[in-house]
Structure formats: structure tokens, C-alpha cells
């Protein structure tokens, strides 16, 4: 596999999807797959609707992750429910970066996606509106998404044997397989 990069799809400081892109990230050593990790909340004060859709320049503090973005293969996405679909910032974040260099970034590219949310699905709708948005950049989406429904409670209660550890784990095998 190609280098791959865990992306948390929120700007939450301490949140559950932190801690779920730590697991994964985790999971990845375990498993010796190479990788690095990137959290929207890095950038997310320089996103700006007037800044991220000027076609002459890059908002500069991007300039660093696009080019290490545009040089990987795969990426993890774990992306947070809000209202339904997934955060405001995240698809800000997605403009900025790509509005430049698109094809460059995702065409390509395969993806898999974790979703979580408190509720019973896991983020469902959010990752089926990312999934149709990547698609439509050209991206090659893993069949298997991965779903953590009731986060916050199963988060808190963090054991490495639980049932949803294990069938992430799996799902990272099979991804790096993909």
C-alpha cells in the first residue's frame, strides 16, 4: 500500500472523532501499515469563504498539506454526524483543498469512510452524501464504510477486545488489501 492519511473530519477540539482517528491510527501500527495523521482543526482558522475560492492563489497555510495530500493514495476518512450529514467545516475544508488541484488530490484515490454519531446509525446519511461528493471527484471508494453508531458510549468504555474494535480492525486489513 501506498502512503495513507487518517483524516479527522471535524474542527471539535477533544472530540469522538479525535479519539476514533487515534484508534484507527492505533489499528494502522498494529497492523504495520504506514500512514500519517491529519485533523481539519489544523487549518480550520484559515478557512474563510472569501479566501478558499480564489482561483489565483492557495490560502498559503495549505499549500504544505495539499502537496502531501496530492502525493498519497489512500485515505481514511472519519467524519462526525452534525445534523444529519457531516460538518460544515469538513466540506469547507474539502473546497479549500481541492478547488485548485481536484483530479491532483482525489481522482483515483481510494477512500474509506468512518462515520460515528451517538444515535443508532453511525452517520449513515453524512457518509452517503461523501460518498457522492468523492464520486463525483473521481475518487474509488471502498465498498465496506465503517460504522460507529452510540459513539460517545462506546468510546468511553474503550476496550481493545470489544466487538466494534475488532471489526474495525478487520475493516483496515481489508482496506490495506484494496
Same mark, same amino acid.
Given at each position: 500500500?501506498?502512503? #495513507?492519511? !487518517? ?6 477540539? @477533544?472530540?469522538? %472523532?479525535?479519539? /476514533? $482517528? ?8 498494529? #497492523?504495520? !501499515? ?6 481539519? @482543526?489544523?487549518? %480550520?482558522?484559515? /478557512? $474563510? ?8 492563489? #492557495? ?120
Amino acid at each position: 500500500m501506498d502512503s #495513507l492519511y !487518517i483524516i479527522c473530519g471535524t474542527n471539535r477540539p @477533544n472530540s469522538n %472523532s479525535s479519539k /476514533l $482517528s487515534s484508534i484507527v491510527s492505533a489499528l494502522c501500527n498494529e #497492523l504495520n !501499515i504506514d500512514h500519517q495523521e491529519y485533523s481539519v @482543526n489544523e487549518h %480550520s482558522q484559515f /478557512l $474563510s469563504q472569501e479566501a478558499i475560492y480564489d482561483r489565483v492563489k #492557495l490560502i498559503p497555510e495549505l499549500i504544505p498539506i495539499r502537496e502531501s495530500l496530492i502525493r498519497t493514495q489512500y485515505f481514511i476518512f472519519v467524519v462526525p454526524e452534525y445534523n444529519g450529514s457531516f460538518s460544515g467545516i469538513f466540506k469547507l475544508w474539502i473546497d479549500a483543498i481541492s478547488i485548485h488541484k481536484r483530479n491532483e488530490l482525489f481522482a483515483g484515490k481510494k477512500i474509506l469512510f468512518v462515520g460515528l454519531a451517538d444515535g443508532q446509525f453511525g452517520n449513515m446519511r453524512g457518509i452517503d452524501h461523501l460518498i457522492a461528493i468523492f464520486r463525483y471527484m473521481g475518487s474509488i471508494i471502498f465498498p465496506k464504510t465503517f460504522y460507529l453508531p452510540q459513539c460517545s458510549a462506546q468510546l468511553s468504555s474503550y476496550n481493545h477486545e470489544a466487538e466494534w474494535v475488532l471489526r474495525l480492525k478487520n475493516t483496515l486489513k481489508e482496506f490495506h488489501e484494496f
